[in-house]
């Protein structure tokens, strides 16, 4: 009985959507909301690094569940930011679409800050270029990374003086100094250290592959951020819809209060002069 009461109480429930003025992909903020962006990746970027620092395991089951965690917390607190922006920029689309119905004035700029599904990927986007662009050239320039030599035996030293095999101990005595590639790779596994961590430092194959992917993986919090911003058409839906429900109960309420007391004083003995 009460599962049949929920279902109609549930199937009751109408959307409400209030129609909004459509913005412009690119508008006056698009730049200062890419380099608030820009700076929100740097944060990110800083407390994950922190965060996977210490998430190096051994184990590869925990390297998986504990930077996989990471990951899909950044790309929520993304997701959820882009979708305060969308609901925000919907809002202002209504408030617009009410000015013209009732012939008001406004200017293009204010239509243009209005919701737009692309605007959320093309802040997302700009804001990630100059981590892009490092990363598209290591991407292209990458190799596969192996082991250093390592340190040389103290009984092979007396060898190193001779001419027929002292070249070939050259790079134990001459360690080759960090390229800027080197420099390059650093600060791009710094940005996708989850990934690097769950290939693990001693898979040189599989961290080969992620400095190749890396170009896709930086767009990923862009990807995320743009898919919040399109879920600020929902949130206000779901917004609108609860407002209405409410002051559906809120009726239904004062009626019944209004019914009971109407019902009271029909009962109520009648004076006789």
């Known amino acids: 009985m009460t599962s049949r009461t929920t279902k ?13 003025l459509t913005g412009e992909p690119c508008d006056e903020r698009t730049f200062r909301s890419s380099l608030a962006f820009f700076g929100t990746l740097l944060i990110i970027f800083f407390i994950a690094f922190i965060a996977c620092a210490t998430a190096s395991f051994e184990s590869i089951f925990l390297r998986l569940i504990m930077n996989t965690a990471v990951i899909l917390l950044v790309l929520y607190i993304l997701f959820n930011i882009g979708s305060k922006r969308g609901t925000d920029d919907v809002a202002k689309g209504e408030i617009l679409w009410q000015k013209r ?4 004035t406004f200017s293009e700029s204010e239509r243009k800050i209005c919701f737009h599904p692309m605007k959320g990927f093309l802040i997302g986007v700009i804001g990630t270029i100059p981590f892009l662009a490092i990363a598209v050239y290591l991407a292209l320039n990458t190799t596969l990374q192996m082991t250093e030599a390592g340190a040389l035996p103290s009984w092979m030293q007396a060898y190193t003086g001779r001419s027929d095999i002292g070249n070939a101990l050259i790079n134990y005595t001459q ?4 390229k800027i590639i080197d420099y390059i790779r650093a600060f791009v596994r710094i940005t ?16 080969l592959l992620v400095e190749r992917l890396s170009p896709l993986i930086l767009l990923l919090p862009a990807a995320a951020y743009g898919t ?14 609860m407002i209405s429900e409410n002051n559906r109960k809120r009726i ?7 019914a009971g007391i109407s019902s009271v004083r029909s009962r109520e003995p009648e004076k006789l002069n």
């Open 8 to 20: 109609e109480t549930n199937a009751k429930v109408r959307e409400v959507r209030k129609p909004f």
């Open 101 to 104: 119905e009732k012939g008001q």
């Open 175 to 178: 360690p080759e100094g960090m």
């Open 192 to 207: 996708i250290l989850p990934y690097v961590n769950i290939a693990g430092a001693s898979n040189h194959s599989g961290i």
């Open 228 to 241: 919040g911003y399109l879920s600020g058409k929902s949130t206000r839906t779901r917004i609108h819809t």
């Open 252 to 258: 239904r309420r004062e009626k019944k209060k209004a």
